[in-house]
Nanobody
Framework: QVQLVESGGGLVQAGGSLRLSCAASGTIFSITTMGWYRQAPGKQRELVATITGRTYTNYADSVKGRFTISRDNAKNTVYLQMNSLKVEDTAVYYC????????WGQGTQVTVSS
């Protein structure tokens, strides 16, 4: 079992920045890929970015060049640096990891105002 706890969400004006963090605990030795997903009101959950154990990264087209995913394996933490935020980035952001199964955090709200 893996537990994920996100932090760092909040309210920011368009063009601003936020950094999300997700700390993993539990059976962390089995964690491979970690990532961030988001879900806006009335929409399906969508992939934002993922990072493998070898730090290969993958981004949704909508965030390429603005968001950066990284991980600190010593701290069992994955980060999402979000720059040049847009109103359409408003959503609940969920941390995810794969560790012989898929695990999700509770989500953190990101609201971007115009």
């Amino acid at each position: 079992q893996v537990q994920l706890v996100e932090s760092g969400g909040g309210l920011v004006q368009a063009g601003g920045s936020l950094r999300l963090s997700c700390a993993a605990s539990g059976t962390i030795f089995s964690i491979t890929t970690m990532g961030w997903y988001r879900q806006a009101p009335g929409k399906q959950r969508e992939l934002v970015a993922t990072i493998t154990g070898r730090t290969y990264t993958n981004y949704a087209d909508s965030v390429k060049g603005r968001f950066t995913i990284s991980r600190d394996n010593a701290k069992n933490t994955v980060y999402l640096q979000m720059n040049s935020l847009k109103v359409e980035d408003t959503a609940v952001y969920y941390c995810n990891c794969y560790a012989r199964g898929s695990y999700w955090g509770q989500g953190t709200q990101v609201t971007v105002s115009s």
